[in-house]
């Protein structure tokens, strides 16, 4: 533990900077200040043991502690001093801090703004969809069903486009006034003011932004309506209607634009032109989760999708435990267990598929296991990484995080969940997890 001299701005459990929202100093009994995230996550059982000098305290709540607003102020402070002592030096020797958070800003309304472009081309584009959707209804009696359900869904995809461009433009005039406030800022006060504004503000702009990412476009909503659309046109021409399943086909990459996602899906009407897309080095797998007992499935298996790293090995011997091609499999393994449970950093494990009890769990390809830049991710909730790094005898193990961890990294990580992540959460709140078990895992191939 830190000296309580040391780095006073910074709680001494999390080692993170006090702020205004979840992190609050507050102070205990015994004098001792901690943030009051770290406060809630050590009460056990109504009682909470110092962490510097183990007092015990009783406590339901966090809120039961004052907030020290000595050390906020103290911490207001040190800011202006930081910031009085930038404005000292140079400006040969780089931006000031005011200048650097004033270009990220500027870089975050450029991110903004054509994002917000993105959301009018696609809202063109499914206003031309519904335009033919409603052709087509006039056209043909028979499959009116279908395609009145295609276009509810796609203005229901409408309907949420409306409302997050609507956030981007509130989100757009808060970046525009903080930058009027860099502007005007004409003291060490409001200059702190300003950072403390633009801090709170770019971090609601970035979320945001990885919202709509995510999103944008719905494939189901997409493929349903191509799908539609393609079998009442080779009605109307005197082909065959052929069913298809849209539950199956593989999600665009979520790093792409939402047009360039827009444009993978849209123009896939078959098995052939799917295929022909499909970057084999990708590769989308799931493993079905449900929670068996004497024997018997109890409840009903629910998929996890998960994206896998390309050309990396940990994903290649994920994928080969997901098809069992090799022989070996995943299937019918438990999830081991729960670990940092009701934390930032909580995890579900499992992948033990030779002995199910967390001691085996071997790599079925040992190639070029070294430490890549591949391996390493920012911290977020649905990030598959090998429990046990590159431990051969174990390697096959993984992990599965349930949060968001800002400001931290994963390393050996291979994958994500793009699908499922309420599933995983579930098994996490599971009271007897060892029950969990795979009833199914497998690639998602294009039908």
């Not at 015990?56 to 004052?66: C, D, K, L, N």
């Not at 409306?162 to 800022?185: H, P, S, V, W």
């Not at 200059?191 to 932004?209: G, I």
């Not at 665009?252 to 032109?273: F, G, N, W, Y």
Request: aromatic share 6%; with cysteine; proline share 4%.
């Amino acid at each position: 533990m830190q000296d309580e001299s040391d780095n006073p701005e910074e709680c001494k459990v999390c080692i993170s900077h006090y702020d205004k929202a979840k992190r609050r100093p507050r102070t205990l009994p015994c004098g001792h200040t901690f943030c009051s995230f770290c406060i809630s996550g050590m009460i056990k059982e109504a009682m909470l043991a110092c962490p510097t000098c183990r007092v015990q305290h009783q406590a339901t709540s966090a809120t039961q502690f004052p907030i020290s607003y000595d050390m906020e102020a103290i911490i207001r402070k040190l800011k202006i001093l930081q910031i009085t002592s930038v404005a000292a030096v140079k400006q040969s020797e780089g931006f000031t801090q005011l200048q650097e958070r004033e270009h990220n800003v500027k870089l975050l309304t450029s991110s903004l703004r054509e994002t917000m472009s993105q959301l009018d081309q696609y809202e063109a584009q499914l206003e031309s969809w519904k335009r033919e959707h409603d052709d087509i209804i006039e056209r043909l009696q028979d499959l009116e069903k279908k395609n009145r359900s295609a276009l509810k869904q796609l203005d229901d995809e409408r309907s949420i486009l409306l409302y997050q461009r609507q956030r981007g433009e509130d989100n757009l005039k808060r970046l525009e006034k903080i930058q009027g406030c860099f502007t005007t800022a004409a003291s060490p006060l409001e200059t702190v003011s300003a950072l403390d504004e633009s801090e709170t503000t770019c971090n609601d702009v970035e979320d945001w932004l990885q919202h709509c990412r995510a999103i944008f476009p719905d494939p189901t909503t997409l493929h349903t309506s191509l799908q539609v659309r393609d079998a009442t046109r080779r009605v109307l021409d005197g082909a065959v209607v052929r069913e298809e399943d849209s539950s199956q086909q593989e999600p665009p990459d979520p790093s792409s634009t939402i047009m360039e996602k827009v444009d993978r899906i849209a123009p896939v009407l078959s098995h052939d032109a799917l295929m022909a897309s499909l970057d084999p080095s990708c590769t989308l797998v799931f493993l079905e989760l449900g929670w068996a007992g004497a024997g018997e499935v109890v409840g009903r298996g629910r998929r996890v999708y998960i994206r896998l790293s390309p050309h990396t090995e940990l994903a290649q011997n994920f994928r080969l435990l997901c098809t069992g091609e090799k022989g070996k499999s995943y299937l019918h393994s438990r999830i081991l267990g729960v670990w940092n449970k009701g934390t930032e950093f909580e995890v579900i494990g499992g992948g033990d598929y030779e002995r199910d009890d967390g001691q085996g769990g071997t790599l079925l390809t040992t190639g070029e296991l070294r430490p890549r830049p591949e391996y390493q991710r920012v911290a977020t909730a649905g990030t598959v990484r090998a429990m046990h790094g590159v431990a051969v005898a174990r390697g096959a193990q993984f992990s599965i995080s349930t949060r968001d961890c800002p400001n931290r990294e994963w390393h050996w990580a291979f994958g994500r969940v793009e699908g499922g992540l309420e599933v995983v959460r579930a098994v996490a709140g599971y009271k007897r997890i060892r029950e969990v078990k795979v009833l199914d895992c497998g690639v998602v191939l294009p039908v």
